[in-house]
């Protein structure tokens, strides 16, 4: 029998599931053991998680658990905490891509003889990622992007308030092109230009669909992907746009979108979406900003020596602004391959991603020779 153990998220803000009620359920039906810890956060009620016949225990008692449950959440590990970790665990560890602080993570797993089976890496044999979010990632960044822009308009100089999550798509979309008709009658009936860097992937065309449902015509929607990127940066392009939203996946070094300089001359950009969020990698694309924003604090200043206002938003969960229907996405596209944990020995996507674990944890021990 697979025991599955879904903790509670400890990120601020952090509202989703990588376990909906209804997939758990399912998963239940199939004959998994399934326990679920008690959380406030999460968009979904402890109650719908006890009606589809979970066990139900406080927060934080994964460390407690039996070690032969598999320990599923989404985001990172509390912080702080430099125990080290027996079990496996299931979950975004954001530390095979030379992340600030990658090697305490993995010393962590290395020390108690555990393992990550990495949410973000779980491949199949075409190399496609079997489940992730970035649709609605792009969907929600394009949103803030926006929203930040129509701010910048409607209340020059005043510091964006915080978000809360939306219950839905429709409800979000309803929000923001109430926004966008107020501020674009403010800027004599020009509707902002959106650019979306990697816009046939999940993410971009979650970026793209947001643009559209609020209104923007397609020709303000600028969709770039490797075919327009393949010679390399810099892109002095980005800096027509009035909105940039990056949606690439960053696998190799790559030269930076545009340089701190070029924000000094003569450019329309006046929001930056960092969706794809690499802000602690030494190859980000986007050289100008080395902190993640939040929800209560979505957007920080650029510097420039122009007097347009610059934004730029880097939240590492965008997702969760719409907590509900992501998660669902998420965790539907993900059922197959927890199913396959029934039989992980011969899983192409579990063998690969305990390989991929494995390989990284040699390159951390080899760096410390």
């Not at 392009?237 to 930076?256: A, G, K």
């Not at 900003?289 to 938003?313: E, G, H, Q, R």
């Not at 991603?353 to 040699?362: G, S």
């Amino acid at each position: 029998m697979v025991y599955l153990w879904l903790r509670a998220e400890t990120k601020a803000m952090e509202h989703r599931a990588a376990l909906t009620p209804s997939t758990c359920k399912t998963l239940l039906d199939r004959g998994f053991k399934i326990t679920v810890e008690r959380s406030r956060e999460r968009i979904f009620d402890d109650e719908e998680y006890e009606r589809a016949g979970c066990h139900m225990v406080p927060i934080g008692e994964w460390r407690k658990a039996p070690k032969e449950a598999y320990i599923v959440g989404l985001k990172e590990l509390p912080e702080g905490e430099t125990d080290p970790l027996e079990h496996t665990h299931i979950f975004f560890a954001h530390c095979y891509k030379n992340q600030g602080g990658w090697t305490d993570i993995l010393g962590r797993f290395d020390a108690g003889q555990g393992t990550i089976l990495d949410l973000e890496f779980l491949n199949d044999t075409q190399g496609r990622r079997v489940a992730a979010f970035g649709y609605h990632a792009g969907f929600a960044g394009a949103a803030i992007g926006v929203d930040d822009w129509c701010h910048q308009k409607l209340n020059p100089g005043q510091a964006l308030p915080p978000y809360k999550p939306f219950p839905n798509e429709a409800s979000l979309i309803s929000y923001i092109k109430e926004r966008l008709d107020r501020a674009v009658a403010l800027n004599n009936n020009k509707v902002p230009e959106v650019m979306v860097m990697g816009a046939l992937g999940r993410c971009g065309k979650g970026a793209c669909d947001f643009a559209r449902a609020v209104g923007i015509p397609e020709a303000k929607i600028i969709q770039w992907d490797m075919a327009e990127t393949k010679a390399g940066g810099p892109f002095p392009r980005i800096l027509e746009s009035e909105i940039f939203v990056n949606c690439i996946y960053l696998n190799q070094p790559i030269p930076p979108f545009f340089t701190p300089e070029m924000l000094d001359h003569e450019r329309n950009l006046s929001v930056i979406v960092d969706v794809s969020c690499d802000t602690t990698n030494p190859h980000n694309p986007i050289p100008v900003y080395s902190i993640n924003t939040t929800f209560d604090n979505a957007v920080v200043p650029v510097p420039s020596k122009n007097s347009l206002p610059l934004d730029v938003c880097s939240i590492d969960h965008l997702p969760t602004l719409l907590p509900r229907e992501s998660s669902e996405a998420f965790s539907r596209d993900l059922l197959p391959t927890i199913i396959d944990l029934q039989s992980r020995e011969q899983s192409a996507v579990w063998g690969g991603a305990e390989a991929l674990f494995n390989q990284k944890v040699a390159a951390m021990k080899a760096l410390a020779q």
